[in-house]
């Protein structure tokens, strides 16, 4: 592994190499970020970091250590993942237990806990322990996508380490080189990802519905707009069957719509879905300026995930598509 094979968050990779070179390794650090930004994969290189026997700026891939950490065999690496449901006391105690013992190879043990936020209220009082009295061969790195769900005594007493959204250029890029994309399509993909590169990497090998569903949306708002409000009734079979994926719906209108406002704004080298150009155009004479249906967008989709009548969120949401187109 290198840390090349983690797109952007350079900052986070200069500081952690730095790090090991200065030999200045915090005992417990929390990787903050949204799902999907490759925070575990960047866990387990800095990981194999620490434990590499002849590391320079990237771990050798050759030591022993190395090579266990490559077929995923360490016997100094601990998991503990729990994405799903929560991390119970007992698992915290076997962690504890373990984190006072000698490595059993390497001059250190590294524990990476997934969803550390997982932690039940006992189970993080006495991981905390461990934080007050912090063996010094140990090195934890606590997973999350928001550090504001840990106990604050255990936040203030790591790392913490942001990841930021990645640029769309290198995502880009990314796909390009390690995912034999063409550019036009990881252009679409980066774009689709909000940033986020997992992500596009699901969504250029054909496991994120977005892509194969684009044109079907940008054809169906189409429809929606050049109808009247009978279209409600003649959708409704299609909202239905759609329900559990309708932040699809959602997420391609969003794009359309901005796609929409660049065009309206002469700033068409900015569209997602440039193939679209000429509908763009036409969408563009009849939409009201200033009209916030992103954001109203945005509120179809958290008041649904909030539970409020699903039928009502997608009827109230079409009308007001209607309005603002005529
Ligand atoms: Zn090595």
């Known amino acids: 592994m290198l840390f090349s094979q983690v797109a952007g968050q350079e900052e986070i990779k200069a500081s952690l190499i730095k790090s090991i070179n200065n030999n200045q390794i915090s005992h417990c650090y929390i990787f903050e970020g949204p799902k999907g930004m490759g925070k575990y994969e960047l866990a387990l290189i800095f990981a194999q970091s620490l434990l590499c026997e002849k590391f320079i700026s990237n771990p050798c891939n050759e030591c022993l250590s190395c090579v266990k950490m490559n077929s995923e065999n360490h016997p100094d690496l601990h998991v503990i993942n729990h994405e799903e449901d929560t991390i119970k006391r007992e698992e915290i105690d076997a962690l504890i237990e373990s984190i006072y013992k000698k490595p059993y190879e390497s001059e250190r043990k590294i524990y990476i806990i997934k969803a550390a936020h997982e932690m039940t209220v006992q189970a993080a009082n006495t991981f905390l322990k461990t934080l007050e009295e912090p063996p010094g061969d140990s090195v934890v790195i606590l997973l999350t996508t928001n550090a504001n769900l840990l106990l604050p005594t255990i936040v203030s007493r790591c790392q913490t ?120 155009k036409i969408h563009g004479q009849s939409m009201k300026r200033d009209s916030n249906l992103i954001e109203l967008m945005q509120n179809t989709s958290d008041n649904i995930k909030s539970n409020v009548n699903y039928k009502l969120a997608i009827d109230n949401m079409l009308l007001k598509i209607q309005e603002v187109f005529k």
């Open 161 to 280: 380490i942001k990841f930021r959204n990645v640029s769309r250029e290198t995502i880009k890029s990314y796909l390009k080189e390690n995912c034999s994309a063409a550019d036009k399509d990881a252009a679409i993909a980066a774009e689709y990802s909000g940033g986020i590169l997992n992500k596009a990497v699901n969504i250029i090998k054909g496991n994120d519905d977005i892509l194969n569903k684009r044109a079907e949306i940008i054809n169906l708002f189409d429809k929606i707009i050049n109808s009247d409000s009978e279209i409600i009734y003649e959708l409704e079979n299609y909202f239905e069957d759609n329900k559990d994926n309708i932040d699809i719906f959602i997420e391609n209108s969003m794009i359309w719509i901005r796609d929409i406002m660049f065009v309206q704004n002469n700033m068409d080298e900015l569209m997602i879905n440039k193939d679209f150009n000429r509908l763009a």
